[in-house]
């Protein structure tokens, strides 16, 4: 809901467009991860985000929260 909030009151487009991208990124490894917890999916490698370690997972997923931060904190530069 954070990064949905960030996304829609971003003052650019791209701004907007990163930001529901990080936030669909984290949202889908989330959904995936849990249908595959309640048997719903076939088990992947998928690593739970913000939980497991995945090497280069929880780096891509650290530069997303940083973008969204970054939007966040730019958001009220350009007035």
Known sequence: MWGIHIALNSKDKFGT?????VVAIVFWQTAINVGMTT?????????LVLFSYGGSSILST??????????????????
């Not at 467009?17 to 991208?21: S, Y």
């Not at 650290?62 to 007035?79: A, D, E, P, T, Y």
């Open 17 to 21: 467009v990163i930001g529901l991208g």
């Open 39 to 47: 048997g719903l999916l076939p088990v992947v490698g998928i690593p």
């Open 62 to 79: 650290m530069v997303g929260m940083g973008l969204l931060m970054n939007i966040s904190m730019r958001r009220f530069m350009f007035q």
